[in-house]
């Protein structure tokens, strides 16, 4: 999916994309976990599976070494689901590990999660979710 960089960002932050979530998908790494995941919605939002492969962890079930499958997997997912909307409910910071509990709202239902993140090499990694 294309995406003005003047549209509202897909994170559903209510900043403009290049100002949001736009500087994370070409390269800048995200200064802390919350701001990872919601770049990391709007990259599924968009299709971006490049992104989310390079940001989990690869303590993660999906982490795979099968690159091509990881990838035609996510774009699947990516492809056939609406992304309605998205709200943050927790925010716990870390130095090295965070959490973010959070509900997506998605064309299929209600994804609520509480997700760990890991920071690893000044790089913050989504490494595993809890469904609530």
């Not at 309605?84 to 609520?112: C, H, P, Q, Y």
């Amino acid at each position: 999916m294309k995406i003005s960089n003047n549209a509202s960002c897909p994170c559903h932050s209510g900043e403009k994309y290049k100002k949001c979530c736009l500087p994370y998908h070409k390269g800048i790494f995200p200064s802390n976990a919350l701001r990872l995941m919601r770049s990391r919605y709007s990259a599924f939002s968009l299709s971006l599976a490049e992104y989310i492969m390079a940001t989990t962890h690869p303590n993660n079930p999906d982490y795979t070494e099968d690159k091509e499958y990881w990838r035609k997997s996510i774009l699947d997912f990516s492809q056939n689901t609406q992304f309605i909307g998205l709200n943050i409910d927790a925010f716990i910071n870390g130095d090295a590990e965070a959490f973010v509990t959070f509900e997506a709202r998605l064309d299929s239902g209600i994804l609520k999660e509480k997700s760990r993140f890991l920071k690893e090499e000044g790089k913050w990694l989504y490494e595993s979710g809890e469904f609530i």
